[in-house]
């Protein structure tokens, strides 16, 4: 299957909000509601964010929301800090015990 | 705590096997579903490889499928990934993660190891 595309930079100021898009197919984001969404900083390991398309795993900031509509699924911070500055990715179930990745969103902090 | 710890990575000719390791610790690892996702330098996320908690279900990306084979020996708390006909492509670092028993995310995940494949 293919990567589910996201765009590859997204910037925003402190205290402002920003939108990071996943757009998959009826096949993957659209067919199930099992959209996930991982921060990673440089030479780190990914962490979890967002699961089952808008649930947050204990620990994470309430500043962090996901979202789906047809084949897009959304994540969208608010209240910007210079520590969400990292790369960001989404993935879904695509079926037969396949997933699929974004290709990766890099999110600057102005 | 949990814990996720790779092993067996490193440095393999075109066309040579190698196997990781993935230790668990700090859960019921006979309860969760396992994946090995990787990450080519520079580039992004991939999952390779996918099982079910009981080994019943596995499944492959269409870029290693018969040649990367997945298995778990729960009695040992560990995950394997045997990978045989290396290619340059496969370059990357590999991690270990856990399947939410939450949900549909990865909830933990490993160091991650490096596997590089070149002559």
């Known amino acids: 299957q293919s990567a589910l595309t996201q765009p590859r930079s997204v910037s925003g100021s402190p205290g402002q909000s920003v939108t990071i898009s996943c757009t998959g197919t009826?096949?993957?984001?659209?067919?199930?509601?099992?959209v996930s969404w991982y921060q990673q900083h440089p030479g780190k390991a990914p962490k979890l964010m967002i699961y089952?398309?808008?649930k947050r795993p204990s620990g994470v900031p309430d500043r962090f929301s996901g979202s789906k509509s047809g084949n897009t699924a959304s994540l969208t911070i608010s209240g910007l800090q210079a520590d969400d500055e990292a790369d960001y990715y989404c993935?879904?179930?695509?079926?037969?015990?396949?997933?699929?990745f974004g290709g990766g969103t890099k999110l600057t902090v102005l | 705590q949990v814990q996720l710890v790779e092993s067996g990575g490193g440095l393999v000719k075109p066309g040579g096997s190698l196997r990781l390791s993935c230790a668990a610790s700090?859960?019921?690892?006979?309860?969760?579903?396992m994946t090995w996702i990787r990450q080519a330098p520079g580039k992004g996320l991939e999952c390779v490889s996918y099982?079910?908690?009981?080994?019943?279900?596995?499944s492959y990306a269409g870029s290693v499928k018969g040649r990367f084979t997945i298995s778990r020996d729960n009695a040992k708390n560990s995950l394997y990934l045997q990978m045989n006909s290396l290619r340059a492509e496969d370059t990357a670092v590999y991690y270990c993660?856990?399947?939410?028993?939450?949900?549909?995310?990865?909830?933990?995940w490993g160091q991650g190891i490096l596997v590089t494949v070149s002559s």
């Open positions: 009826s096949s993957d984001v659209g067919g199930y509601n099992y």
């Open positions: 099982i079910s908690s009981s080994s019943t279900y596995t």
């Open positions: 089952d398309v808008s």
């Open positions: 700090g859960f019921t690892f006979s309860d969760y579903y």
């Open positions: 993660a856990r399947r939410s028993e939450a949900g549909a995310g990865f909830d933990y």
């Open positions: 993935c879904s179930y695509a079926g037969s015990y396949t997933w699929v």
